[in-house]
C-alpha cells in the first residue's frame, strides 16, 4: 500500500500552518522518500578538508542512504563519489579514513579508478571487446555525486544534478560558519579529538527540532545540569570553579534567559538560537587566545567575532554547528525510528590547547552515549517515537508564539523561544521533499 | 603499615565491582582518591584523555554528580532504572611497588546493563592504578585511576547509563 509516493498533495497535508503529523516522524514510506527527494534535492554536509589533507586521501561516509567516498584528488581538488564499484557493486573504500595513492582499487576483482571516478584499468580487458561494454554504465566508472561545493574548508554535496544553488540554499546562514573559522587566529579548523558516535531510536528530525527548543532545557536536563549546580554549591568556598561546571551551569538558565537570547530564522529552514546572548557566552578565557586573535584580526574586529555567541546553528536538513565552541554535529538518518548522531569536533588552528580541551569536554558531557545530558535527551526522543504510534492523537505541535504574518520572512530575529524555526525546518521540508516528486496515480 | 598481598589486590577489584552490581554507589565512590579518575577512553591503545574524546573522563566531583542523578526524582532515564552485571576473569596484579605503595591490576570482563526489556552485552578490560593511603581502612587502597577499555570502544552505541 502507498499513501504518499507520487502524491506530492500527500506529503504537503502532513505540514500545517503550526502542527506537523505524526507520519514524518513514524511512516517508514516518508523515511524512503526523505532518502529520496529531500536528502537529494538539499546541500548535505559531507565532510571537512581537514580530513583529506593529501592527494589520494579519502573519507567514506553516507549522505542520506547513499554511501560515498571523498578524496583528494591529484588535482588538488575534493572530489565526491558514489562508493560503489561500477561492476558488482563493492564498496571500493573500506569504512574509515586512509590514502588510495593514485587510484582506487576494488578489492574483488581489481577494477581500478582514478581519484575522479574515472574507469582505469580492467584485468583481462579483452573480454569486454566487441560486448557493447563502451555502452554500459560501467564504463563510466565510479559515479560523482549532482553536485559538491567546498565552503571555507567544509564539503556540502547536492546528490541530484539539478536544483537549488548553494549560495541561494544557504544564504546569509553561512555567517556561523564564518565565525566559527574567524576564531581561529590563523583562519583555519581542523578537525581534531575524534568523532563521539551515538545509536539513536528515533527519527531523525526530533534532533533538529531539539536543537532550537529553549524551552526543554531547564525540564529535561533538570537531572544533570541541576544536579551538576546542586553538587557545586556543596563545594568549599573558594574553590576554583571547575570547567565542567562552567559548562553545565547555563542549561539551568531560566526561561526568560532563553527568551531574551532570541532566535534568529534564515530561509530553507536554516535558524540559529542565541542571537544577543547565549549559554556559551560566559567562559572563562583561555589564557593567550585574546592577545593571537589581535594579533591577527585586530581588536575591533577580534572582539566583533568573539562577540558573536550563537547557540545552535542548524543547517538543515541534518546538521547543528556550535560556532563558540567548534563543534558539528550530524543526524545520520538510518531508518524511521533509528538515526545515528556523530559529533564532530574542531582545533582552532593556533590557538591554545584549552579550547580544544574544552570542546571535548562539553563533548563528553552533553553528546557522548556516556553523558548524562545525552541520557536525559534520549530518553525523551524514545518516548516520543513510542508516544506517536498513539492513536489518540495525530499531530505534533509546534504553534509557540505563531504569527500569520511570519510565511515569507527572513533572516528574521524573534523571542528565542519561539518555535518559528521548526516551523520553518519543516516548510523547507515540504518544499524540498515534493520539489522533484511527480505528480501522479498513487502506486 | 604492610604492603598488600597480591590476594589483596585482587579481592579489592572483585569488592569494586560487586559494590557497583549492588547498586552501592556512594561507597563506591568512596573508594577513589581525592584525585582520582575514572575514564573510559574513545580509541583503542588511547593515551591522552584531554586532547583526544573520551567516552567518559571524569574526576570525583563529576561522579558524585552522575551518582546524585541516578537517585533524582526527575531522573526520567532511570525511570524505571537499570542495573548491571560484572563478570570479572581472575585479575592480574601487572605491577606493584611497594615502596611508592603503587599497584596495577588488569581485569578483563563482560558487563551487562539492563534497563527494562532492553539488555546490552559488553566486553572489555578494566585497569585499576591503586594506591596505599595511610587511613588505616581496608588495607589503605584507593583508586587513582579505573580505566575501562571496552573491545569496541568505538563503536556507536545507546546510552550507557552505569559504571563498568
Known sequence: MSKYHNNPQAVMDLVRETEVHKDCYVDEEIFALEMAHLFANTWVYVGHASQVPKPGDYFTTT????????VRHTDGGIKL???RCAHKGVQVAPEGCGNTGKFFRCPYHAWTYRTDGKLLSIPLKKGYDNTGFETCEASQGMAGVGAVQVYRDFVFCRLNPEGVGFEEFFGASLSTLD?????SPEGRLEVAGGVMRYMHRCNWKMLVDNQTDTCHPMVAHESSAGTAVKVWQQAPEGTPKPMAVELFAPFMNPYEFFENMGIRVWDNGHGHTGVSDSIHAAYSPAPGYWESMVASH???RARQILGDVRHNTVYFPNIMVKGPIQTLRIFKPLAADKT???????????APDLLLERTLMYNRLVNAPTSVVGHDDLEMYERAQQGLHSRGAQWVNVGRLYDPAERGQTNAVTNGTNEWQMRSQMRAWVRFMTASMAAGEPT | ??????QQLIDFVVAEAALLDELRFDEW???FTDDGHYWMPLTHGQTDPRLQASLLYEDKLLLQVRIERLHGVRTFSQQPTSRCHHLLQQPVVSARDDTAGIYTCRTAFHYTEARRDAQTLYAGWATHSLVRQDDGQDNGLR??????DLVNCDAAFGSIQLFM
Open chain 1, 63 to 70: 549522505v542520506g542512504d547513499q554511501p560515498v567516498v571523498m
Open chain 1, 81 to 83: 563519489l558514489h562508493n
Open chain 1, 179 to 183: 565565525n566559527m573559522v574567524d576564531r
Open chain 1, 298 to 300: 585586530g581588536e575591533e
Open chain 1, 340 to 350: 545515528l548522531v556523530e559529533s564532530w569536533t574542531f582545533r582552532l588552528v593556533g
Open chain 2, 1 to 6: 603499615m604492610t604492603a598488600p598481598t597480591n
Open chain 2, 29 to 31: 565512590l568512596a573508594l
Open chain 2, 143 to 148: 583508586m587513582r585511576l579505573k580505566r575501562v
